[in-house]
């Protein structure tokens, strides 16, 4: 067992108050363990922890380019392996660096078989250069490149689905995690990164000045992702889910109405045909992991 009260992740970094994405990565190194060797991509992340001179993070670190951490990372895997070394790799990189500008080399890395733990925490937006849709966006978020207004509801196209790409690459172990639940989070980073070849986990981190709450709810609405089933923690092994977490369901509105990115769906008026597409939305991620616990009578 990793010993979980080390800090590797330093205080004073400068994120938001009440960033999803820092507590993620303070949480990933409790998981990892000390053994570590981090590539990470550019993104909110990198530019919070790392102002030159200083860096929050106690193991090696290495910036990569937006697109290139898994590839950086495949390189360092094979030098170890060389080496006769024994670290654990991995890539901790945005969404936008993960559903879209690095999918090539994170394809690439993957189906090279390369022994790396792929984690992407996911706030869903390119937050760092101002919100702007990524494909990791939900369903009628407004961000800046899909804004809400007369003519929209926000973002137009579902959330992609990454962890199933990453299944279909025969990836043995793919899980997702979120901030709101610490020690699951740490337990599958551990278990990512002690399953050999690559695998792949994927983080919910509620961003409160992309999503628009107060810094104090970011647990709050992690819960809330869960506990409406838009978001599913769950786990995969060989191509198989193996564990999800079952919850009584709540109705969507509870999730969305906690954040401003949604407010169009309620204000003026209610937006019943929308809302009821976003419940569509958490029916079917219940059905497909079947995570629905029956409540008490
Ligand atoms: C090739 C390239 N295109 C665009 C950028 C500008 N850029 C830097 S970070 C970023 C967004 C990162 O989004 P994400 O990976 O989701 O991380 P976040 O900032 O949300 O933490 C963009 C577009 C860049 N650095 N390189
Ligand atoms: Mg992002």
Redesign the pocket.
């Known amino acids: 067992m990793v010993d979980t009260s080390l800090e590797l992740f330093g205080c004073g970094h400068r994120a938001c108050g009440g960033c999803g994405?820092a507590l993620a990565a303070r949480l990933i190194l409790k998981g990892a363990g000390e053994n570590s060797i981090v590539a990470a991509?550019?993104?909110?992340?990198e530019v919070f922890s790392t102002p030159y001179p200083e860096t929050a993070w106690q193991v090696p670190w290495i910036h990569s380019?937006?697109?290139n951490a898994s590839a950086v990372a495949s390189g360092i895997e094979a030098s170890l392996k060389r080496q006769g070394r024994s670290e654990h790799v991995l890539c901790i990189?945005?969404?936008?660096?993960?559903f879209d500008?690095g999918m090539l080399c994170i394809s690439g890395a993957f189906e090279r078989g390369h022994d790396i733990t792929y984690i992407c925490?996911d706030?869903e937006?390119?937050?760092?250069?101002g919100v702007?849709r990524?494909g990791a966006t939900p369903y009628d978020a407004s961000t800046t490149t899909s804004p809400a207004g007369k003519e929209s509801f926000g973002n137009k196209r579902p959330k992609k689905d990454m962890p199933q790409i990453l299944v279909a690459h025969g990836a043995p172990y793919v899980a997702t995690a979120s901030v709101a639940y610490p020690n699951d989070l740490m337990q599958k980073v551990e278990r990512a990164v002690n399953t050999p070849g690559p695998c792949y986990l994927q983080i919910h981190a509620p961003c409160s000045t992309g999503w628009g709450f107060e810094g104090g709810k970011t647990m709050e609405i992690g819960k809330l992702a869960i506990q409406t089933g838009l978001w599913v923690n769950f786990e995969m092994v060989d191509g198989e889910i193996a564990k999800a977490k079952k919850v009584v369901r709540k109705p969507v509105d509870e999730y969305l109405m906690a954040q401003k990115r949604f407010r169009h769906l309620f204000k003026p008026a209610r937006n019943e045909e929308e809302i009821a597409k976003i419940q569509a939305i958490a029916d079917a991620n219940a059905a497909k992991y079947g995570i629905d616990i029956k409540p008490k009578e």
């Not at 937006?125 to 250069?129: D, E, L, Q």
Request: glycine share 12%; aromatic share 12%.
């Open positions: 994405p991509s550019t993104g909110c992340m380019l937006f697109e990189c945005g969404d936008g660096a993960t500008i925490y706030n937006a390119y937050m760092n250069t702007q990524s």
